[in-house]
């Protein structure tokens, strides 16, 4: 099992699924959802309309049509409204709600964009610690589960989640995956 940070495209990824970072429409949007969107093809967005959109910290899965994964996990984060509102708790619960989907689908690779830091505002500096350390749990739960990625679109924010992994392995507690 490992983890992987990486710059790059996710829509070029090659994984059992891939996360999109969606709104709670299902129906497409700006961000790394309306590259997705464009990368699938229309028959991503057909799928989306049967499942009649998502709530915020909830994951649902469809097919990944035209792109090298074969899932996509359609997730909503939460909107960054100050800090006082809960986002932390709802990032989390985003993560666990794709994990777990990854675990009824028997997944052994997924791959996540950096999920609520684009336009949802959401500081990348906090999103970064928890999001690897609800990955970090997920790797060692899920014995099916070999590889997941973090594709990160800047190279800001590949440093960005570099320095928070270092961060998380030298914390006491801190497990090296
Ligand atoms: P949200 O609305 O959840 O904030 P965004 O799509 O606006 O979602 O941003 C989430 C992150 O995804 C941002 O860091 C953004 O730079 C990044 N991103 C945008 N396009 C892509 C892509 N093709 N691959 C990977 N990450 C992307």
């Known amino acids: 099992m490992s983890l992987e940070l990486i710059r790059g495209d996710i829509t070029r990824v090659d994984a059992d699924a891939i996360v999109n970072a969606a709104n709670s429409s299902l129906l497409g949007g700006g961000g790394v959802d ?33 792109l090298p994964a074969r899932h996509v996990i359609h997730t909503v984060g939460p909107v960054w409204r100050g ?67 973090v594709v990160l679109f800047s190279e800001a924010d590949l440093e960005t989640y570099q320095r928070a992994l270092e961060g998380l392995q030298g914390a006491p507690g801190g497990e090296n995956v």
């Open 83 to 149: 800090g006082t509102h809960g986002e932390e708790a709802t990032l989390a619960r985003c993560y666990k709600s794709v994990f777990a989907r990854v675990s009824e689908l028997g997944l052994r690779s997924v791959a996540f964009p950096s999920i609520s830091t684009g336009i949802y505002g959401f500081p990348i500096e906090k999103a970064s610690p928890l999001a690897l350390r609800e990955i970090q749990a997920a790797l060692a739960r899920l014995s099916h589960l070999e590889k997941v990625t």
């Open 34 to 66: 309306g590259a997705i969107h464009r990368a699938a093809g229309p028959e991503l967005v057909a799928e989306c309309r049967l499942l009649h959109g998502c709530p915020t910290g909830q994951a649902k899965v469809t097919r990944g049509y035209r």
